[in-house]
């Protein structure tokens, strides 16, 4: 069945370092690709999404492209900062009634 | 334009009782859905509903229900409360459109003792 497989955590970085959390899919089709962001006692947030194949999806300075020929949609960022510390979730949606969340990785960053 | 609301934000039950989640959305979404969240288990589907009148089973769907008389509301019933119940509890919505981003309320954390 559809499914994601994301990074375990616990990750700690010190700031300015680079980000790489990794994500991976199984889906039938062309699904949609998310990864939301949840901070300290609030609910979850939209963080960037891509919809096809090759399709970069970018914001905050975070990054991540939708590979078809791996299934990966991993999450990047140059350069870390305290206030990116959070639970990060990859998600799939392979028809519009349809959505699968991967365990969440937590990501605390030092200054 | 509020997006997704849930109240209450933080609730206590003993055993046995009984209560409702409130959710509501602004966005004249025709899917709704609950999810709960519990440590390492991401998030789990307990119900969802694809339109007034019209809802389904997710994957833990248990000890849960749930309607949907009009298009912005769609509160979870929990009947009989249990401490495996105890969760931080998520309502979501989206359109149908192809876009279908999903888009959340800031979450009802429940304690049953």
């Known amino acids: 069945g559809d499914s994601v497989t994301q990074m375990e955590g616990p990750v700690t970085l010190s700031e300015e370092a680079f980000l790489t959390i990794n994500c991976t899919y199984t889906?039938?089709?062309?699904?949609?690709l998310f990864w939301y962001v949840q901070y300290p006692g609030e609910g979850l947030q939209l963080l960037l999404k891509?919809?096809?194949?090759?399709d970069k999806g970018s914001n905050k300075g975070f990054e991540a492209t939708y590979r078809k020929e791996t299934t990966s949609f991993h999450l990047e960022k140059g350069s870390v900062q305290v206030s990116d510390s959070a639970v990060y979730f990859c998600?799939?949606?392979?028809?519009?009634?349809?959505?699968?969340f991967g365990t969440g990785t937590s990501l605390t960053v030092i200054p | 334009n509020a997006g997704v609301t849930q109240t209450p934000k933080f609730q206590v039950l003993k055993t046995g009782q009984s209560m409702t989640l409130q959710c509501a959305q602004d966005?004249?979404?025709?899917?709704m859905s609950w999810y709960r969240q519990d440590p390492g288990m991401g998030l789990r589907l307990i119900h969802y509903?694809?339109?007034?009148?019209?809802?389904d089973q997710g994957e833990v769907p248990n000890g849960y229900n749930v309607s949907r008389s009009t298009t912005e509301d769609f509160p979870l019933r929990l009947l009989s409360a249990a401490p495996s119940q105890t969760s931080v509890y998520f309502c979501?919505?989206?359109?149908?459109?192809?876009?279908?981003?999903?888009?959340f309320g800031p979450g009802t954390r429940l304690t049953v003792l």
């Open positions: 889906a039938t089709g062309y699904p949609s």
């Open positions: 509903s694809v339109g007034a009148g019209i809802t």
């Open positions: 891509a919809t096809k194949a090759d």
């Open positions: 998600a799939l949606s392979p028809r519009w009634n349809q959505f699968y």
């Open positions: 979501a919505s989206r359109g149908t459109g192809g876009q279908n981003t999903q888009y």
């Open positions: 966005m004249n979404h025709e899917y």
